[in-house]
């Protein structure tokens, strides 16, 4: 049996749209996503905005669970679940649900549930906690709040690797599909907004006032967003045997970290460095195959200026003739949905040859050099992307996705 390993059902829940569909007509208008914040006030902050999901409800989604005892990320990740089964063509009563499984990345689990315990201590009335409080916080009950509502009884696998859970979440299913211990897999990420992540990156003075700039001489700092993706993914020969439309292969990832700072990356990009070159030795491809990255592509000056360099030293000449884009510039930074949401990006310019716009491009930058596909979307044949994602604490990941031959 083949142990390559495809995607076939695609699920987002974001700032500018829900669902694979509209989600892709927006991102390639380069639409932003960015507005004020509403779930919480602001007014304490020097900024205010952010990529907030905008009139989401769960109801369509969360059937056989109760909403009322799982908080908002859950929410995400179940219907960005639904909505990848569903854009999969799979019926949930004709799988082995034994060998089904969820493996999903978070960035802060549900900081909002935390935050409600907080205001009940703070007024000593810890009698009004939710007696579903401890069965919802901890970030693994995300992908065991998918499982449930599903009925998904294989491996269930929570990463809280930051930025770069998503791809993290990604390779670990992967792993499992490959070993032979499921048939299908749910892989993603999400994360929804609080005021506990809001506030940690507004005391790094890392949020732009207005708008995400990636790679633009006059960037002022990444936009906190929220969302969720999640990835329907399954062996080449069981997506065949069903008839299945195929997106994208997932060729190979490469995992490191730069033991370096926790916020910041290594100057030179050697962790980063690292990933890509393990991913494209395990894909078996050079980087002049690639025919497009989708960037970290915070909108930080460090970030950007790191990434390029990272870009160069693996790609040689081919990074100025490869091009790649951030859709940050959109979302704003969805946290551990970013890496996930940034692979379905990945595969959906793959299978419609066209690659979304880096928006709020307006000047460049020296140190940033690159084709960062300014402001509008491109027709561009991809049968090669590179998916980069850069976390705190230096843990990076990047993934190939290629056209899957063989069909």
């Known amino acids: 049996m083949s142990t390559r390993v495809v995607i076939t059902g695609i699920g987002l829940v974001t700032s500018i749209g829900i669902g694979r569909e509209v989600f892709w007509k927006n991102i390639l208008a380069g639409k932003s996503g960015i507005s004020e914040v509403e779930t919480f006030d602001t007014s304490a902050y020097s900024v205010h905005k952010g990529g907030e999901v905008k009139g989401f409800s769960h109801e369509p989604y969360v059937r056989n669970l109760n909403a009322d005892q799982i908080g908002r990320a859950s929410r995400f990740a179940i219907a960005g679940a639904r909505r990848a089964i569903e854009d999969a063509g799979v019926d949930l009563e004709e799988i082995d649900s034994r060998s089904a499984g969820v493996s999903m990345g978070t960035t802060s689990g549900e900081p909002n549930q935390i935050e409600q315990f907080d205001n009940c201590c703070v007024v000593n009335e810890t009698e009004q906690v939710s007696p579903y409080f401890i ?37 670990h299913a992967c792993e499992v599909l490959r070993k032979g211990r499921a048939e299908m897999m749910l892989a993603g990420g999400a994360d929804s907004f609080s005021r506990i992540t809001y506030s940690g990156f507004a005391r790094l003075l890392a949020i732009a006032p207005d708008r995400c700039q990636p790679f633009d001489k006059n960037r002022k700092g990444m936009m906190p967003g929220e969302g969720s993706c999640m990835l329907v993914l399954e062996l080449l020969d069981h997506a065949l045997e069903r008839k299945a439309k195929i997106y994208a292969e997932v060729a190979g990832y490469g995992l490191s970290c730069d033991a370096f700072h926790m916020t910041g990356g290594h100057p030179d990009g050697d962790g980063a460095v690292r990933a890509m070159e393990q991913a494209l030795s395990e894909s078996g491809l050079s980087p002049g195959e690639v025919d497009y990255i989708s960037a970290h592509g915070t909108g930080t000056k460090s970030n950007d200026q790191h990434e390029t360099v990272s870009a160069k030293r693996v790609f040689g000449k081919a990074a100025y003739e490869t091009p790649i884009s951030s859709i940050k510039s959109m979302l704003g930074h969805t946290m551990g949905a970013a890496s996930a949401i940034e692979a379905a990006v990945c595969s959906l310019a793959i299978s419609d040859g066209r690659i979304p716009p880096t928006i709020n491009y307006e000047e460049p930058d020296p140190e940033c050099d690159l084709d960062y596909v300014p402001n509008e979307a491109r027709n561009h044949q991809v049968r090669v992307a590179m998916s980069n994602a850069y976390a705190f604490c230096g843990t990076n990941a990047s993934l190939i996705l290629k056209t899957c031959e063989g069909q």
């Open 135 to 171: 069965s919802s916080y901890p970030c693994h009950y995300i992908a065991g709040h998918v499982a449930a509502e599903l009925g998904f009884m294989g491996s269930n696998m929570m990463i809280p690797t930051a930025c770069a859970a998503g791809s993290f979440a990604i390779a």
